[in-house]
């Protein structure tokens, strides 16, 4: 197993080209497909969210997973290998599965101890495998990952405070209005992100909510929820003026909210503050709307400067989830090193088995006739030795996987049983 991992994500590159870079769910399944079809990559995982978009493989020896997951990337997102170049890392092996496992204990998160990711990495994992681009390598690399992630969670309180990005949003909302009592939000996209930060309002005291998407139903479902009611998206624009709040969440390609939409609703409020939360990617919002007067717009790089100030607490916590983390990718890595030796250890069982078979074969025409139970006893006796032969050899192979000399008393074994390639 080969493994590279590659992408950018809120650190590396800003929300501009994480939104050319982002992968349509709806598209997903096609663009695995077209991942997996590169020479040399043998398995493929696509996560994209609205903080990263990261490619993982698994790779033929001697394959350049790096230059083909680069080509792969300005191919989907139409952007330049030079301009994405400078805002990719690239992890191989070790540092690939360390980077995973951190990812999915949110250690790598805007908001570190956020929950989401690990649902996140869930999906384009099930989307992997749905579109048979992940197979055995991945699956053992996922697997252990999600293990991971629920010890850190378990034995941390990484994720016990009330940090987040949709948190942040309503701190940001009582900044700008005191308090949230009898304000009225509209939700434009019914999104999971948006749903959380509604949720937080809700619970702040916040009045009427409207819920616009174009999924009637979605709407509905929503709405429900709140105990809001449904907008239809055609009406969106000439309800805005009753809002104050505006959560934006859609997975429209364009902006749904510009300056020249957005200036007759402020006329309409006569300019009463209003607070419009982007918390899409790509944005919603064209960010010319914050040039309006008592127009608060923040996207999702915006919060999550936000959420930093609130991140102190969490410094022990991730220190010790990074311990855990060092500690998994040990152990992984010594499993790694393992499946590489059982193919020889079976080969060995079977050479040693294959003599003992026929050299008790060999015997039992001289031994005369036997009564069942002294076959019995000759066979356990030739199986006992067996085990004896075999027991210091691959007790030497299992305690030298991942050790220097792991290939070196792999050879030996292979000469002195006579194995050849395995």
Request: hydrophobic content about 45%; glycine content about 6%.
């Amino acid at each position: 197993m080969k493994l590279h991992l590659a992408g950018l994500n809120h650190k590396t590159a800003p929300v501009e080209l994480r939104e050319k870079v982002a992968f349509d769910a709806a598209t997903l399944e096609a663009s695995l497909n077209e991942l997996t079809r590169i020479a040399g990559l043998e398995e493929g995982l696509i996560l994209s969210t609205c903080n990263r978009v990261e490619i993982l493989v698994s790779a033929e020896e001697g394959a350049n997973a790096k230059q083909c997951i680069e080509t792969f990337l300005e191919s989907a997102s139409h952007v330049s290998n030079g301009k994405l170049a400078g805002h990719l890392y690239h992890h191989e092996g070790k540092e690939a599965i360390h980077h995973l496992f951190r990812v999915a204990s949110s250690l790598d998160s805007m908001v570190v101890g956020e929950p989401q990711i690990l649902g996140q990495i869930k999906a384009a994992f099930t989307a992997a495998k749905s579109a048979g681009a992940a197979g055995h390598d991945l699956e053992f690399l996922l697997t252990r990952a999600f293990s991971v992630a629920k010890r850190v969670r378990t034995e941390t309180e990484i994720g016990s405070s009330a940090v987040s990005i949709s948190f942040a949003a309503v701190e940001l909302a009582r900044e700008i209005f005191g308090s949230l009592k009898d304000k009225k939000v509209m939700l434009i996209g019914a999104g999971k992100m948006s749903e959380l930060a509604a949720r937080h309002l809700k619970r702040s005291g916040i009045g009427e909510v409207l819920v616009t998407n174009r999924t009637r139903s979605r709407a509905e479902q929503m709405a429900q929820v709140f105990g809001g009611q449904v907008v239809d998206p055609d009406k969106m624009l000439s309800a805005l003026p009753s809002v104050d709040i505006a959560i934006t969440s859609s997975g429209a390609p364009h902006y749904i909210l510009t300056q020249d939409n957005m200036r007759p609703v402020m006329a309409a409020r006569r300019n009463r503050p209003m607070f419009l939360i982007d918390i899409a990617v790509p944005r919603n919002i064209e960010p010319a709307v914050n040039d309006l007067e008592a127009v608060f717009l923040y996207d999702i790089d915006d919060l999550g400067r936000v959420v930093e100030k609130n991140l102190k607490g969490r410094l022990s916590e991730a220190k010790q989830a990074e311990a855990i983390i060092a500690e998994e990718v040990d152990k992984i890595l010594e499993r790694i090193e393992a499946r590489k030796i059982t193919p020889l250890i079976v080969k060995l069982q079977e050479q040693v088995e294959g003599w003992r078979k026929a050299e008790l074969e060999r015997v039992r025409t001289k031994l005369g006739d036997l009564t069942p139970q002294q076959h019995e006893v000759v066979d356990a006796l030739v199986r006992s030795l067996a085990n004896k032969m075999l027991h210091g050899p691959m007790s030497e192979l299992r305690a030298s996987v991942g050790k220097p000399e792991g290939e070196m008393t792999a050879e030996i074994v292979r000469r002195i049983f006579r194995l050849g390639d395995s």
